[in-house]
């Protein structure tokens, strides 16, 4: 049985609960994917991207919507190893990626002062962006998981001092007509970790080249976090994700909305 071929009968059956079933549960939730929509879905190298691509090729065989498919690839200057693991691995699992490079590696190395992350993850997204929208597409799908999520939404406290979490889809504002999705939002990382090694599928992990990676190891340090806490409160993840969507702006102090702020006192007086 070829490579591709075990990993797809995998993703139905010893992984369809956890995987399969949790991309349908969160693109319906969300409303993801409508008929006619050409989605974009990016391959990082990494383990998510893999999977996401197979998952979607998988949905295009079951279709109860109708929609176009591309896979898309940015070489931000990876070394060769990261390369050639990148095209062993959609060939392995017969994933048809259009890869372009570009020199973001080489930009930031020169001119991004201090922890480059932020910039370089900008950078990256506004030529997915754009890649997309040459290609026709309306919607650029990213592999963020569940954990991601939680961990973003830790992140942004302890780190930025903000309440915010990543959301499912976004309106790109300088890329008019499109749409970001995460179609993974409700599958945890541990079952994406399971059909890899179950397939002997090796992936790259970020492929940075510069000297430091700020975001990873604060995403590292939260990820430890989150499990340290789950050994005593077996649902805390699950109520990390749910504190996003249960807000009560009456508990809220101050709060900002497109672009407006406003605060729990200013009609106070009338409450």
Same mark, same amino acid.
């Given at each position: 049985?070829?490579?591709?071929?075990?990993?797809?009968?995998?993703?139905?059956?010893?992984?369809?609960?956890?995987?399969?079933?949790?991309?349908?549960?969160?693109?319906?939730?969300?409303?993801?994917?409508?008929?006619?929509?050409?989605?974009?879905?990016?391959?990082?190298?990494?383990?998510?991207?893999?999977?996401? $691509? =197979?998952?979607?090729?998988?949905? /295009?065989?079951?279709?109860?919507?109708? @929609?176009?498919? !591309?896979?898309? #690839?940015?070489?931000?200057?990876?070394?060769?190893?990261?390369?050639?693991?990148?095209?062993?691995?959609?060939?392995?699992?017969?994933?048809?990626?259009?890869?372009?490079?570009?020199?973001?590696?080489?930009?930031?190395?020169?001119?991004?002062?201090?922890?480059?992350?932020?910039?370089?993850?900008?950078?990256?997204?506004?030529?997915?962006?754009?890649? $997309? =929208?040459?290609?026709?597409?309306? /919607?650029?799908?990213?592999?963020?998981? @569940?954990?991601? !999520?939680?961990? #973003?939404?830790?992140?942004?406290?302890?780190?930025?001092?903000?309440?915010?979490?990543?959301?499912?889809?976004?309106?790109?504002?300088?890329?008019?007509?499109?749409?970001?999705?995460?179609?993974?939002?409700?599958?945890?990382?541990?079952?994406?970790?399971?059909?890899?090694?179950?397939?002997?599928?090796?992936?790259?992990?970020?492929?940075?080249?510069? $000297?430091?990676?700020?975001?990873?190891? /604060?995403?590292?340090?939260?990820?430890?976090?989150?499990?340290?806490?789950?050994?005593?409160?077996?649902?805390?993840?699950?109520?990390?994700?749910?504190?996003?969507?249960?807000?009560?702006?009456?508990?809220?102090?101050?709060?900002?909305?497109?672009?407006?702020?406003?605060?729990?006192?200013?009609?106070?007086?009338?409450?």
């Amino acid at each position: 049985m070829k490579p591709h071929t075990k990993f797809e009968r995998s993703i139905m059956s010893t992984y369809r609960k956890s995987l399969w079933n949790r991309l349908i549960q969160g693109i319906k939730k969300y409303n993801l994917i409508q008929n006619g929509d050409k989605i974009a879905v990016t391959i990082s190298g990494g383990k998510d991207s893999l999977i996401m $691509a =197979k998952l979607f090729q998988e949905l /295009k065989r079951h279709p109860e919507i109708s @929609f176009e498919l !591309v896979f898309i #690839t940015m070489d931000p200057g990876f070394n060769q190893v990261n390369l050639d693991l990148i095209a062993d691995n959609t060939k392995k699992l017969d994933i048809p990626v259009e890869i372009r490079p570009s020199n973001t590696f080489d930009i930031l190395s020169k001119h991004a002062k201090g922890k480059p992350c932020y910039l370089c993850a900008s950078m990256r997204r506004g030529f997915l962006y754009n890649f $997309a =929208k040459e290609l026709g597409c309306n /919607k650029l799908a990213l592999g963020h998981h @569940f954990d991601d !999520v939680i961990e #973003t939404t830790l992140m942004n406290m302890f780190y930025a001092g903000s309440f915010k979490t990543m959301l499912p889809k976004v309106k790109s504002k300088n890329y008019e007509g499109i749409e970001l999705i995460r179609p993974m939002y409700l599958i945890r990382e541990k079952d994406i970790k399971r059909i890899m090694k179950t397939n002997n599928i090796e992936t790259m992990g970020c492929g940075c080249q510069l $000297a430091t990676c700020d975001i990873t190891s /604060k995403r590292a340090t939260t990820k430890q976090l989150i499990k340290t806490l789950k050994e005593q409160f077996d649902d805390i993840d699950k109520n990390i994700f749910r504190a996003a969507e249960n807000v009560n702006l009456d508990s809220i102090v101050r709060w900002k909305q497109d672009g407006k702020v406003h605060t729990y006192y200013d009609d106070f007086e009338s409450k």
